[in-house]
């Protein structure tokens, strides 16, 4: 199993909907966890932390399972420009190591 | 506060040639990551080090390949003698700390003929 797993997609959401997508991750102590999303071509670039009690930024909101070992995302109310790969990162228990998903690309569609 | 800061952004080789690349981490962080990414793939770690110290190279070639991060100036990634197989986009990070998020610089895209 690998260490962070991702849907590789393509998800293709009609602009204006709503998409979620997972990461799973197996080590149980992984403390930090991170979104990032790569546009094509470009450097991948932080979207947001994902924090034990979730969090929203804007349209955007990242929850924490710990129980069953996931992250999600959550794109609401998607526009054109939210297409992109996004990346799950998990920072392991006394590591210094990110460990990367292997990304979700998403293509919103007029 | 200037990002990460990567040159050059597109390096043409020959089969057979050196090709050195560089990496200016942000103001203020100690910690640099190198990645490559071939296309339509993920991320691959590369190696990660901090002033003058290799911390992790586990993820990068043993031959060939080696990276440097002096007391003075940016980290180097060098690969000599490159291959076909060596064209990728090369992506450096840096962060304050060794276990925080990373930022990274626009990359390098390398094309061996």
């Known amino acids: 199993r690998k260490e962070v797993e991702q849907d590789p997609g393509p998800f293709n959401v009609p602009e204006g909907a709503t998409v979620a997508f997972n990461c799973t991750y197996s080590?149980?102590?992984?403390?930090?966890f991170f979104w990032y999303r790569q546009d094509c071509r470009k450097e991948p670039k932080l979207l947001m932390s994902?924090?034990?009690?979730?969090n929203e930024d804007g349209r955007f909101t990242a929850q924490l399972n710990r129980a069953s070992q996931y992250i999600s995302l959550l794109i609401r109310d998607s526009k054109l420009s939210d297409s992109a790969t996004y990346l799950c990162v998990v920072i392991p228990d006394s590591n210094y190591q990110l460990i990367w998903g292997a990304g979700t690309k998403l293509i919103i569609k007029p | 506060n200037a990002g990460v800061m990567q040159n050059p952004r597109h390096l043409v080789r020959r089969r057979g040639q050196e090709a050195r690349l560089r990496c200016s981490p942000m103001k203020g962080h100690s910690h640099v990551y190198w990645y490559r990414q071939l296309p339509e793939e993920g991320l691959k770690f590369m190696v990660y080090?901090?002033?003058?110290?290799?911390?992790?190279e586990s993820g990068m070639p043993k031959e060939r390949f080696s990276a440097e991060f002096p007391k003075e100036g940016p980290s180097i990634l060098r690969i000599q003698q490159v291959v076909r197989g060596d064209s990728a986009a090369y992506f450096c990070a840096s962060s304050p700390r060794g276990n925080n998020e990373q930022f990274f610089g626009p990359g390098t895209r390398l094309t061996v003929l």
């Open positions: 080590n149980s102590a992984s403390q930090s």
């Open positions: 994902v924090y034990s009690s979730g």
């Open positions: 080090l901090q002033k003058e110290n290799i911390i992790d």
